[in-house]
């Protein structure tokens, strides 16, 4: 991927704010992280959309990042219809049904003690590495593991932004 500009960041820096938002929204659900990232518009260049991305991720508060999360679905149960969850939940596909079901399991635990899914950058994770990061991130305290939910937020919307910008659209 190239780091200048590309037809697809063109053509996002020319979309309508509505359209835009739409955009920025299939990417990451935080309102606020779009916001800011609408505000910087035109970037010339990749680089620049990816560093304005990075710091409106570091300046989210708890409810934002909240916000953003809930844009995700569990690891192991991608959206229905969703090509975006479907794809960057590939790694799951051939993972064995007790696999699945101690993922579900641990989901859940997660879920009760953080109040939020298990979050983690899943394109190019095989199914027993989610589940090793699961099994080691549930033990964190919740300062650290806030901090971790927001570097793999960081790193799937760059995955998705590339999406945007390369193919022109981040679904």
Known sequence: ???GTTPGL?????????????EL???????????KLLAQRPFTTVDSLFAASDAAMAELNTADLEEAMAGHPPIGRPKPGDP?????QRGMAGASEELKNEL?????????????????????ATAEFMLGQIKVRIENEAEAEAEIVRAELTKINRIRLTRLVEEGSAA
């Open 1 to 3: 991927m190239t780091s």
């Open 104 to 124: 579900l399991e641990l989901n859940l635990a997660y879920q009760e003690k953080f109040g939020h899914v298990f979050l983690i950058c899943a394109t190019g």
């Open 84 to 88: 975006t969850s479907a794809r960057e």
């Open 10 to 22: 063109t053509r996002f820096n020319t979309l309508e704010e509505t359209a835009a938002t739409a």
């Open 25 to 35: 929204h299939e990417v990451c659900a935080s309102s606020a992280w779009g916001s």
